[in-house]
């Protein structure tokens, strides 16, 4: 099969690449390294550097190389940025990404879409988890912008005939996360561990708090959901990739605390504006097709191992 990934050099993405060509798949990356990194990509791919937003290369590129799926993860996937910056935080994530959807179309292949549960869904009040049923509630320019395409990949679907799976994805985490996308904490958390460095919980509602609740996935979970799409196991399905269980950022910090096994010095910041208290899906129906997602122990074990072996001498 003849797989083509957008952001393939990310986070994501790249584990997404790994992932294909491992199961014997040809792959072709794009991605036009604003965030993403070339030591990411597997040796075996195609790489491309191109920005999604370029149409006429993007279908050049793919018309010549006639993807079979398309699994979609270019994004700007900070919404900082995209309260700083809406225009942009549409044009690559709007627009780009209806470039992506005019080749799936045009190549007859199957399109993939990494969606945001995690920013889609609002407040979900404490005691409950956000199931695909729930309306989207967009508090961010970034929400808004991957609750719209999901819109249009329904109206391609309805009139075009295009085959999709939208995976909206809870705060995923593990090796190679870049601190800076919307489940960075992680990634934030153990790399200033490792270097002794102070850690900030910020609060949820008042300083001092236990901090936000959040539900953390491990990528590969994700990486299994990429998969199954490919396969057209998925077609036409909204599905969350998530854990449902709940975590406080302070919980998440004692927790790394100790896999580092380092003395952790954790100070107490404040509400940083525009963040959600309590964000937690519902993981039954990812549950149903595709087993289990990771324990949380066991992902942040992996993801503790792999930054630590990052740490140069």
């Given at each position: 099969?003849?797989?083509?990934?957008?952001?393939?050099?990310?986070?994501?993405?790249?584990?997404?690449?790994?992932?294909?060509?491992?199961?014997?798949?040809?792959?072709?990356?794009?991605?036009?390294?604003?965030?993403?990194?070339?030591?990411?990509?597997?040796?075996?791919?195609?790489?491309?550097?191109?920005?999604?937003?370029?149409?006429?290369?993007?279908?050049?590129?793919?018309?010549?190389?006639?993807?079979?799926?398309?699994?979609?993860?270019?994004?700007?996937?900070?919404?900082?940025?995209?309260?700083?910056?809406?225009?942009?935080?549409?044009?690559?994530?709007?627009?780009?990404?209806?470039?992506?959807?005019?080749?799936?179309?045009?190549?007859?292949?199957?399109?993939?879409?990494?969606?945001?549960?995690?920013?889609?869904?609002?407040?979900?009040?404490?005691?409950?988890?956000?199931?695909?049923?729930?309306?989207?509630?967009?508090?961010?320019?970034?929400?808004?912008?991957?609750?719209?395409?999901?819109?249009?990949?329904?109206?391609?679907?309805?009139?075009s005939g295009l085959r999709y799976t939208i995976l909206r994805y809870a705060n995923v985490y593990g090796p190679r996360q870049d601190p800076h996308g919307e489940a960075g904490v992680?990634?934030?958390?153990?790399?200033?561990?490792?270097?002794?460095?102070?850690?900030?919980?910020?609060?949820?509602?008042?300083?001092?708090?236990?901090?936000?609740?959040?539900?953390?996935?491990?990528?590969?979970?994700?990486?299994?959901?990429?998969?199954?799409?490919?396969?057209?196991?998925?077609?036409?399905?909204?599905?969350?990739?998530?854990?449902?269980?709940?975590?406080?950022?302070?919980?998440?910090?004692?927790?790394?605390?100790?896999?580092?096994?380092?003395?952790?010095?954790?100070?107490?910041g404040p509400h940083r504006a525009g963040d959600l208290e309590r964000s937690v899906l519902d993981p039954a129906v990812m549950v149903s097709i595709l087993g289990e997602p990771t324990p949380l122990e066991r992902g942040l074990t992996a993801t503790t191992?792999?930054?630590?072996?990052?740490?140069?001498?």
């Open positions: 099969m003849k797989i083509l990934v957008t952001g393939g050099a990310g986070f994501i993405g790249s584990h997404v690449a790994d992932a294909a060509v491992e199961a014997g798949h040809d792959v072709l990356v794009v991605d036009d390294l604003s965030t993403g990194r070339t030591e990411n990509l597997p040796a075996s791919a195609d790489f491309h550097p191109i920005d999604i937003r370029n149409a006429k290369v993007l279908r050049e590129l793919a018309l010549h190389f006639k993807p079979d799926a398309i699994s979609h993860h270019a994004a700007q996937a900070s919404v900082s940025v995209s309260v700083r910056e809406p225009v942009l935080d549409a044009d690559i994530n709007l627009m780009g990404s209806l470039n992506v959807a005019n080749v799936a179309l045009e190549c007859g292949s199957r399109l993939i879409f990494s969606s945001t549960g995690g920013a889609l869904y609002g407040e979900v009040p404490d005691g409950q988890v956000a199931g695909e049923e729930w309306p989207a509630s967009p508090k961010s320019p970034y929400a808004c912008s991957k609750a719209s395409f999901e819109l249009y990949l329904r109206a391609f679907g309805h009139e992680v990634s934030i958390f153990v790399q200033r561990l490792l270097r002794g460095e102070p850690i900030q919980v910020n609060a949820r509602t008042r300083q001092g708090d236990d901090g936000c609740v959040r539900d953390y996935v491990y990528v590969g979970d994700s990486v299994r959901a990429n998969l199954a799409a490919f396969e057209g196991v998925l077609d036409g399905r909204t599905i969350n990739i998530a854990s449902g269980v709940a975590t406080t950022t302070r919980a998440l910090a004692e927790r790394l605390a100790v896999l580092v096994d380092r003395p952790a010095i954790v100070n107490d191992e792999w930054f630590r072996s990052q740490v140069r001498p």
